[in-house]
Each structure stands twice: as structure tokens, then as C-alpha cells.
């Protein structure tokens, strides 16, 4: 018997400070588009939550640079970004931002919660001013060089060439920004995250969390072993306020965008609750002990999610829970390996790049979809290439699932106009129809493992079957036999139907419309859909993605009814041309 349980799908935030490349939506989008929508087929109760992430330093020195308001910056981006995942079909009940009214009170909670426990230290720090103004200089305008890797223009709060996070007083080297000047530090106090204060409890915790993927566990304990106090506030102006008294009011310190973009995934539910009439609805994934939660990310997210924020969960729910009740931790940490392009790491500044709106405008959103799933970065960093992409799509896709739903409908339009009655089904008729049958255990099993590489392979061996007993029943061949013509067509047919149910979950676009063509009506996959919302606390407007996924297929053998009318189909993907593969290595850098 299949257990039905609500689960949480809490989906990494994209940074809005530009459009996502390829690389970013095999990480964290389309992995947990394709659990999601596998788990709301089997029955479960899915919330998939997420947005973008609208604080910190970059955005700010973005803004900076092409001088604008942080807020026009990320108003910007959070709608381009709202729209290439829409584009992709990516089902979120809820996607949304950082930068709302609900967010901040929910981040504020969080900290007011966490420093009632005792969990967040006030420290005193070495902060930067200017020698010749005297004014603090914010962490945006200190550079020097990285004591880490040695990049020569690491920031006051992080090194974009290794990523590590950084306090501006260990820059060697470091000068302002604005004028060259070396910075005076002086003492300036700041808000820590007692993390070693939840070191035993993190242990416990991950000695439970069975069927992780092994990298993930290995990295997270070796984190634990390390664990330091974290800053959680910054100087800084763009960000969420520490709602502490005599904190509050202040414009130079923020709390740092870490902590805020992790709470999000909290907020984000408490904002689907709230939108859909029934503002408690969030608890049901939060704190019933039987919902489960699982996180996507990439692998350079594991700490914040194994670690900080189950830390910040913990210290909220214990000793005295704070005023939103104890809240769950994550049943999982599900962390992809990372994408490279043309044997190189993705980078926006060199041009190697390709960026979702650019895919989309050429490509179909099923044919990337199916490139992740069989070939991304699921355990092991993998590389795309135009000439792989285009192989995969044109033998694969095309001349494997295309060709099957293609030529059983066009041969079963032509001489029947219908989907035909099957007659006495022979030995071979009914080892493939038990055949594609077992593939709802063996497809779902790995699925619901978040082993989709295994899964989607798993589904296109039993494509391969039913391509076989097409070829071999060779109802082309039966003009004189119309009898058992129909029957050949009727189990073709039927696994067609079967198999289109399999691979709903990765190509959902296709999967509706093979659905049509076999003559089906109504929704098959749903999709999300982008809608104009007003702020529930500040009467700001900003686009969601949101949408009814109570409608749709089930994981579920469905019979096809002899009757039902077909009319020739239309190729359901597209053969790419061997010309693309010089044309998209053009537009990279050499
Ligand atoms: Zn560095």
C-alpha cells in the first residue's frame, strides 16, 4: 500500500542579479520540477516553494555600477528570472522573492526567536572607515587581496573567485573603493550565529539521514567538525533590518543575505498560505512530524542547507519555540554536482554561456529537460556540448520516443481513423503490455530515490521495448489481416499511452501533447503560470509563479477506449540540424 504524505519541495533561490544559464537550472530547477511532479502523480501533497534571492553586496555593487536602485536592479531580474523558469514549465506552487513585506517579518521572527534562545552573540569586530571622511565604509567598497586564494579584487564580504566568505579585515592589501585610500578598522559590533552550539545536535541528526547521496553526508559532517560563529549582520544599507531596539532604525547594518535568503524557504510557504485563504495551511508541511522536506541545490549550497539552516531551525524551535511553534528539519539535502559548458566552467563575463531565454528562443523546453535529466551533474560534474545535446535529441528523443508516438498513431489514424479494438492477444501482446505496466515500479521506485539519470533510462529501455514489438509485429504488413492489425495497433497504442504517463514527470510539454493526440482532453501535465500579485503587507506588485497542479495525470496504468477518434499527428519534437552545432559554438568565446 502506498503511504501519501505532504511533502516539501524547497528549491534553491536564484541570485537576481541576471538572467540563469543552463548550468544554474540543472542544479536546483529542473531536478525538483521532475520530483515534484513525479510525487503529486503518486498522490502525495506536494508544496514546491521558492524565489529570488534580492540582497546582499552584488546586487548592490551591480546597482552601483549601472546606476540604479538595488530595487530597479532586482525588480528587473526577478521578473526575467520569473519568466525563464516559467519557460522551462518548472511547477512551483510558489515563487517568489525576498524582497516582500511577509519576508521580512518571517526573517525577522527568525532572528528575534533564535536571539530570545541565546543563539545570536552580539561581538565586537574590526570594521572599516575612512581615514578621510571618517564615515563607515561599507563592505561593497573594501578590495584588497584574497588571503585564501590570492584574487587581487576579493570584496570586504566575499571572494567571488573561491567563493569563501570574507570579514574585511582579513583582505591583505586592502583600499577603498572610492578613492584608493587604505581603510581605518576600527571596533564595531555585529550579530554572530552560535553554530558550535549545535554541533552535537547536527551530529545526531545526520547519523539519522539514510540514503543521502554520500558526498553530501561526507561534506556535511566534515562542516561540523569545523564549526565557527557566523556573522549574520553586515555593513550595509540594502537588506532586511535587525529588529532588535536600538537596531532597528539604523541604515548602515543589514542582516547579512545568507541568513535571509535560506529563511526563505519558510516565508515563501507562510506566503502561499496566506494566499490561498487559509493562513495556517503552511504547518502542515512545517510541522506535522510526518511531512518530509527535501532541498535542491548545487553542491557550493550543501553548508547552507545541511548545516546553517538546519542550525537556525533548531535554535528557533528549542528550548522555547518562537511564536510561529518548533519547525521540521529537512528529511533531505538532495545536491547536484556542478554543469560545465564545452569542457569549461560556466561563466557569464567570458562569454561562456548560454542563458534559458537564449535556449528557449531555439530550442524546446523538453529537449533541455531531457538533456539534464539523462546527462546532468546528478552525482558527478558533467559537461554539455552542443554536438551531445543535439545527438541525445535527434537519436534519443526524436528516433526513439517521437518515432513511436508518430508512426503507431499515423498508421492507426490511417486505417482506422480510431483507436481499434483489441482481439485475442497473443504470448508477445501481453509480455509488452506487462512489460511497460512494470515500469510504474520500477521508473517511480528511482524517482521517488531522486536517482532520475536511472529513471529516465529506466523509461526509454521500456521506449525501446515497445519500438521493438512494433518493428517486429510489423502491422504495415497485416493490410490483410485488419483484425489483428488492430489489435498490434491497440497495444502499441495502449503502451504509448503508458509510456507518455512514465515520462509526464521530465518532458510534461510533450506529455500533454501526446495526450491530445491519442485523443485525450483536459489537462494532462499542468503547468505553472505567471500572475501579477500585489504584496500582502506593502501594496507592492510583482510577478509569481504559481498554479493548480491538483489536475493531471496520476501515476497510474490508464486503458485506452477503443472509439476514441485520431486524427494524424504532428511531429511531437524537432530534429536538429548538424548546422547548430557550429552555429552555437560561434556564439562562445573561442
Ligand atoms: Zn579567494
Not at 524547497?10 to 521532475?34: E, K, M, Q, T
Not at 514546491?48 to 530595487?71: F, K, L, N, W, Y
Not at 535568503?261 to 487559509?278: F, H, N, P, Q
Amino acid at each position: 500500500m502506498r503511504v501519501m504524505s505532504r511533502v516539501l519541495a524547497a528549491v534553491a533561490w536564484p541570485y537576481a542579479n541576471g538572467p540563469r544559464h543552463i548550468g544554474h537550472v540543472s542544479g536546483f530547477g529542473v531536478p525538483s520540477d521532475v520530483f515534484s511532479r513525479y510525487m503529486r502523480m503518486a498522490g502525495h501533497d506536494v508544496l514546491m516553494v521558492s524565489g529570488t534571492d534580492e540582497h546582499g553586496t552584488p546586487i548592490q555593487v551591480q546597482a552601483d555600477a549601472e546606476g540604479v536602485t538595488p530595487r530597479e536592479l532586482v525588480d528587473r531580474y526577478n521578473r526575467v528570472i520569473v519568466e525563464d523558469l516559467h519557460g522551462l514549465g518548472l511547477s512551483y506552487d510558489l515563487f517568489t522573492r525576498t524582497t516582500t513585506g511577509n519576508h521580512y517579518r518571517v526573517v525577522q521572527e527568525l532572528f528575534q526567536g533564535l536571539y530570545d534562545n541565546g543563539y545570536i552573540i552580539a561581538k565586537t569586530t574590526l570594521g572599516a572607515i575612512s581615514p578621510s571622511t571618517g564615515r563607515t565604509l561599507p563592505d561593497r567598497y573594501i578590495e584588497g587581496t584574497c588571503p585564501i586564494c590570492g584574487y587581487d579584487s576579493a570584496r570586504g564580504d566575499q571572494c567571488d573567485n573561491c567563493g569563501n566568505q570574507l570579514d574585511p579585515d582579513q583582505l591583505i592589501d586592502p583600499r577603498s573603493k572610492i578613492n584608493g585610500e587604505t581603510p581605518e578598522f576600527v571596533e564595531t559590533e555585529h550579530f554572530f550565529l552560535d553554530l558550535p552550539a549545535f554541533a552535537d545536535q547536527l551530529n545526531a541528526w545526520l547519523d539519522t539521514r539514510d540514503g543521502w547521496r554520500p558526498n553530501v553526508l561526507k561534506f556535511s559532517r566534515n562542516l561540523i567538525d569545523d564549526l565557527q560563529p557566523r556573522a549574520i549582520t553586515r555593513d550595509l544599507e540594502w537588506g532586511v533590518p535587525i529588529p532588535l531596539d536600538g537596531w532597528r532604525g539604523r541604515d548602515d547594518k543589514r542582516i547579512y543575505v545568507w541568513f535571509d535568503a535560506v529563511i526563505g524557504y519558510l516565508s515563501a510557504s507562510i506566503e502561499w498560505a496566506r494566499r490561498s485563504g487559509d493562513p495556517d495551511a503552511w504547518r502542515q508541511w512545517w510541522q506535522d512530524p510526518e511531512a518530509q522536506g527535501y532541498y535542491f541545490m548545487g553542491k557550493d549550497n550543501i553548508v547552507f542547507h545541511s548545516v546553517i539552516w538546519p542550525s537556525i531551525l533548531l535554535g528557533y524551535s528549542s528550548p522555547e519555540a518562537g511564536s510561529l511553534g518548533a519547525l521540521n528539519l529537512p528529511t533531505e539535502v538532495v545536491s547536484s554536482e556542478y554543469l560545465t559548458m564545452e569542457g569549461r566552467k560556466f561563466s557569464s563575463s567570458r562569454r561562456v554561456v548560454i542563458y534559458v531565454r537564449d535556449f528557449l528562443e531555439r530550442y524546446d523546453a523538453d529537449a533541455l529537460r531531457y538533456f539534464i535529466a539523462v546527462a546532468g551533474p546528478e552525482s558527478n560534474d558533467t559537461d554539455f556540448t552542443w554536438a551531445e545535446f543535439r545527438r541525445r535529441n535527434n537519436d534519443e528523443l526524436v528516433a526513439g520516443w517521437g518515432n513511436l508516438v508518430n508512426r503507431s498513431i499515423s498508421m492507426a489514424a490511417k486505417n482506422f481513423g480510431e483507436i481499434p479494438a483489441a482481439g485475442e492477444l497473443t504470448a508477445e501482446d501481453e509480455r509488452l503490455l506487462a512489460a511497460v505496466r512494470a515500469g510504474f515500479d520500477s521508473v517511480g521506485r528511482l524517482l521517488g530515490k531522486h536517482r532520475q539519470k536511472a529513471a529516465i533510462t529506466e523509461a526509454m529501455r521500456i521506449v525501446g521495448e515497445v519500438n521493438k514489438y512494433f518493428s517486429d509485429q510489423a502491422p504495415w504488413k497485416l493490410k490483410e489481416d485488419k483484425a489483428r492489425m488492430g489489435t498490434v495497433l491497440h497495444v502499441a497504442l495502449q503502451a504509448v499511452r503508458d509510456c507518455n504517463t512514465l515520462l509526464t514527470p521530465f518532458l510534461p510539454h510533450a506529455a500533454q501533447k501526446i495526450h491530445g493526440l491519442l485523443g485525450g482532453t483536459g489537462v494532462h501535465a499542468p503547468m505553472p503560470e505567471i500572475v501579477e500579485v500585489e504584496d500582502l503587507d506593502n501594496g507592492r506588485s510583482y510577478p509569481v509563479l504559481t498554479g493548480d497542479y491538483t489536475v493531471g495525470a496520476k501515476w497510474e496504468h490508464v486503458a485506452i477506449e477503443p472509439g476514441t477518434p485520431l486524427a494524424a499527428p504532428t511531429p511531437v519534437f524537432r530534429k536538429l540540424d548538424e548546422s547548430i552545432v557550429e552555429e552555437e559554438l560561434a556564439r562562445l568565446e573561442p
